[in-house]
């Protein structure tokens, strides 16, 4: 099975910045796509970022592009989302994904959903 830790979320101000992490030590990222994902209340999950196995292409949703950077170190085998110039609306519970690839944003079959961060943005 294919586990995943997030980490790093907390409450922050509009315009601030927030740095989370994604790390597992049940199997190594180098050979996935990996993903960070999100879900506010009431809100199904939606896709944010994904990166390619070896880093050198990433993808963003539109609500999220120019603000968020996905970045991956494959020798700490982690996988780190900046988030900066953050919004209301960005308030969620952000997860890490392992994906089939980038391109489908299709989760692998045997991955299941960590406890994700809490990411709060308010005055």
């Known amino acids: 099975q294919l586990q995943v830790v997030e980490s790093g979320g907390g409450l922050v101000q509009p315009g601030g910045s927030l740095r989370l992490s994604c790390s597992s030590s049940?199997?190594?990222?180098?050979?996935?796509?990996m993903g960070w994902f999100r879900q506010a209340p009431g809100k199904e999950r939606e896709r944010v970022s994904c990166?390619?196995?070896?880093?050198?292409?990433?993808t963003s949703a539109d609500s999220v592009e120019g603000r968020f950077t996905i970045s991956r170190d494959n020798a700490k085998n982690t996988i780190d989302l900046q988030l900066d110039d953050l919004k209301s609306e960005d308030t969620a519970v952000y997860y890490c994904?392992?994906?089939?690839?980038?391109?489908?944003?299709?989760?692998?079959?045997?991955?299941?959903w960590g406890q994700g961060t809490q990411v709060t943005v308010s005055s």
């Open positions: 990166i390619s196995s070896g880093g050198d292409w990433t």
């Open positions: 994904g392992v994906l089939v690839t980038c391109n489908t944003w299709h989760t692998q079959p045997n991955f299941s």
């Open positions: 049940k199997f190594r990222f180098q050979y996935y796509a």
